[in-house]
Structure formats: C-alpha cells, structure tokens
C-alpha cells in the first residue's frame, strides 16, 4: 500500500532552493533579492559575487543550490536558468537589550530571516 507521492511544489521545468535562520533583517535581505530577479543565472552569480552587501554571499549559496537541484534532481539545462522569482520571509526575533537612563531598559531586536528561490528553465528565441 504506502503513502502516495507528495506533488510537487513547482513546475517541470523548474528548481527551488531555501535557506532559512539568515541572520538579517528581511528588508536588508529583501534588497538583494532584487538584485537577481528576473535575471539568468550567470549574471546574478556574478552580481552576487561583486556586491558589497555581507548577506550576499548566503544568498549567492542560495542560488547555487538551486542551480544544482534543477541540474541533477529536474535535468534541466544550466545554460537556460533564470532566476524566476527571488522572495523573502520572516523568521524568528531575538530580543535582546541593555540598560538605559532612569531605570529603563533598551529593547534590542536582533531579526532572522528567510529567502526562497525558483530558477526556470526558459529555451532562448532565435
């Protein structure tokens, strides 16, 4: 008997990778995000690799994990990858703080979060 398969979470010719726990504020991350959507993968890694931003990094690891899902889970052709859609999610917030005048107490947030992405197989036109 068994369980059925679960269905799949996105199209044939597409592959998604998620990280989660991403120590940064989801606007901060959000930011980044922007700067691949749309793009075809070549050039996103390489505006990743270039861009000052710290968070940029996990998110170029991001990228490259779903670059290789959709090679060797999906079969699809890396040459034809673009970034399809790039989004941002909020995770957990680490309150912290620090005493301040008269007796009161600072509130320090210290935010997680998470981004997901979709990279699609899209065939050039001649």
Do not use: W
């Not at 592959?15 to 700067?35: D, E, F, G, I, W």
């Not at 995770?91 to 979060?113: C, H, Q, W």
Request: charged letters at 35%; hydrophobic letters at 40%; aromatic letters at 4%.
């Amino acid at each position: 008997m068994g369980k059925d398969k679960n269905p799949r979470r996105v199209a044939d010719n597409e592959a998604m990778a998620k990280l989660r726990m991403l120590r940064t504020s989801p606007q901060k991350l959000n930011l980044v995000a922007a700067l691949i959507r749309g793009k075809k993968v070549e050039k996103a890694l390489t505006d990743l690799t270039f861009s000052k931003k710290r968070i940029s990094q996990d998110v170029k690891k991001c990228l490259q994990s779903a670059i290789a899902n959709a090679e060797n889970n999906h079969g699809l052709d890396v040459d034809e990858l673009v970034v399809a859609e790039a989004y941002v999610g909020k995770n957990l917030v680490m309150k912290r703080g620090r005493p301040r005048a008269r007796g009161r107490f600072g509130r320090i947030n210290k935010p997680f979060s998470e981004i997901t992405i979709k990279v699609r197989q899209v065939e050039e036109q001649a």
